[in-house]
């Protein structure tokens, strides 16, 4: 079985200009999930997608980040403009039931 | 929304010795446990979990212990070898928007 897909693998940005990260879910898992992951903390939700609908954006910061899920399959999560702040591991995640398979990550310095 | 507890945040232990994790939390309702490892640069990875209805799980070297009573839940990790160094996360999720809610962390050291 094929997992979590996430692309980039690392990006390397300024302040202020917009980057964009990639998610492919397992087949056939109906949620996915964005966790951003600051160095030394666990993953903090920024969004759950059921299929292509939004099922908790509450701690996205939505001034400055926006995803979307088309088709109910793949995922981009855009931010636009950075922050130093958002220097994190972005970890996109699938499931099918309550647990979650994490993709490998896409790590962002903002510099 | 679920609070989720992780102690403690760093853990010594030496080859062989065993190691014991624990976390509370505070929604009654929270009805699936998991624990993930992560390691150096890589992706948390689920290695056991637990459901409300089971007192415990063993899987090989790794048991989880749940009291619901007392809303806490623990990891032990026996006959620890270097490669259980990493980072473990314990996380509660609740039964019907399947909201996952992280501990801290736990940065487990097995010492050769």
């Known amino acids: 079985e094929a997992g979590v897909a996430q692309s980039p693998r690392y990006k390397i940005i300024e302040k202020r200009q917009s980057v964009a990260f990639w998610c492919n879910p397992i087949?056939?898992?109906?949620?996915l999930y964005w966790y951003q992951q600051i160095l030394g903390q666990g993953p903090k939700l920024l969004i759950q997608?059921?299929?292509?609908?939004?099922?908790?954006d509450s701690q996205l910061p939505k001034d400055r980040f926006s995803a979307e899920r088309l088709k109910g399959v793949d995922s981009t999560l855009k931010i636009q403009p950075a922050k130093l702040e958002d220097s994190a591991v972005y970890l996109c995640?699938?499931?099918f039931g309550q647990g979650r398979i994490f993709g490998p990550g896409t790590r962002l310095t903002v510099l | 929304g679920e609070n989720v507890e992780q102690h403690p945040s760093t853990l010594s232990v030496q080859e062989g010795d065993s190691a014991v994790i624990k976390c509370t939390y505070s929604?009654?309702?929270?009805?699936?446990f998991p624990w993930y490892k992560q390691e150096l640069g890589k992706r948390p990875q689920l290695i056991i979990d637990?459901?409300?209805?089971?007192g415990e799980k063993k899987d090989q070297r790794i048991a989880v212990t749940l009291n619901k009573t007392a809303k806490h839940f623990s990891l032990h990790i026996t006959e620890t070898q270097p490669e259980d160094s990493a980072v473990y996360f314990c996380?509660?999720?609740?039964?019907?928007?399947?909201?996952?809610?992280f501990g801290a962390g736990t940065t487990v050291t097995v010492r050769a």
């Open positions: 995640a699938s499931s």
């Open positions: 087949s056939g898992h109906a949620t």
């Open positions: 997608f059921q299929n292509n609908g939004v099922v908790d």
């Open positions: 929604d009654s309702a929270s009805n699936y």
């Open positions: 637990i459901r409300s209805n089971v």
């Open positions: 996380a509660a999720c609740l039964p019907n928007d399947y909201k996952l809610s």
